[in-house]
């Protein structure tokens, strides 16, 4: 009798501890709110004018995350008025079967290290505006919504600038040509 009761309060004690620790490590995330990485460097590839059925684009940046724990910037929101009604996409470029370079959506989103850095550029990560309405002239502004895996949003004005090499993954051509095609 005497050992089952000192059993008993013995488990409800460690119960009791277990419960505590529970509490300590559970309320952190509830009191602490989620970091939104920072973005520099917010940029559009300019559409001076538009071409037929391939009207796309490009945003490039530069995200920092500096937390402890990895971020994805998971997709985007056009927030420019008339600019397009297709969704954005988180886009790579990678090599395909027959050994050229093609985007293609990204799954899970691009990955912002942990107390780091990542730089979406014209041949890699890059934010995709299809079907453009209306041409994006070099130094006007184009605004979007960043959505980040932490839940956390942010708000970026990306300036249109020309990418001087004609050779660019971006050149209307070279996309006519076929990556869009046979992506998506
Ligand atoms: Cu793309």
Redesign the pocket.
């Known amino acids: 009798m005497n050992t089952s009761t000192s059993v008993t309060k013995r488990g409800l004690s460690l119960v009791a501890v277990a419960i505590a620790a529970l509490a300590l490590v559970g309320c952190a995330p509830a009191v602490t709110a989620p970091v939104t990485p920072t973005a520099s460097d917010v940029w559009i590839k300019a559409v001076p004018e538009l071409m037929d059925g391939m009207a ?1 684009t ?1 945003v490039f940046m530069t995200l920092e995350n500096p937390t402890d724990e990895d971020i994805e910037l998971v997709g985007a929101t056009n927030t420019t008025e008339g600019l397009t009604e297709k969704p954005l ?1 988180t ?1 790579e470029v990678v090599k395909n079967a027959a050994g050229e370079m093609v ?1 293609q959506e990204t799954e899970g989103g691009i990955v912002i290290p942990a107390q780091g850095s990542v730089t979406l550029k014209p041949g890699g990560y ?1 934010v ?1 505006y299809w079907d453009l309405l209306k041409p994006i002239p070099v130094g006007s502004t184009v605004t979007l919504t960043l959505e980040f895996s932490n839940g956390t949003t942010l708000d970026v004005e990306a300036v249109a600038r020309e990418i001087a090499n004609a050779n660019e993954t971006y050149d209307p051509e070279a996309d006519a040509e076929g990556s869009t095609e046979m992506n998506h």
């Open positions: 796309m490009g996409e886009h985007m890059h995709m």
